[in-house]
Nanobody, 122 residues
């Protein structure tokens, strides 16, 4: 069973930095995408950034481009989200997400972490 556990969310002042971590376990495939979504109060969940395993390609939302960076440490089975120049509008619950391909037909499973709260004060 794939499990994702986030950590690193906290209260920070605008302009500050945080690094979120997502510890992954239970992967049975080398074909997956893993990344971050966020959900601000009263808003829909939105994709922030992700990385794909087969080519290492990263995607970043326009709203955080140039400020957030996704990276992975395969030895630790951990994905990070480095967030710099934080703004109050970055306040949200950040969720780690993974889509894992489980067979040659391309069937996949989706897994979510429990979320970690990031609060950016003005």
């Amino acid at each position: 069973e794939v499990q994702l556990v986030e950590s690193g969310g906290e209260l920070v002042q605008a302009g500050g930095s945080l690094r979120l971590s997502c510890a992954a376990s239970g992967f049975t495939s080398d074909d997956y995408a893993i990344g971050w979504f966020r959900q601000a109060p009263g808003k829909e969940r939105e994709g922030v950034s992700c990385i794909t395993s087969n080519d290492g390609r990263t995607d970043v939302a326009d709203s955080v481009k140039g400020r957030f960076t996704i990276s992975s440490d395969n030895a630790k089975n951990t994905v990070y989200l480095q967030m710099n120049s934080l703004k109050p509008e970055d306040t949200a619950v950040y969720y780690c997400y993974s889509r894992v391909v489980v067979n040659v037909e391309g069937t996949y499973v989706e897994v979510w972490g429990q979320g970690t709260l990031v609060t950016v004060s003005p």
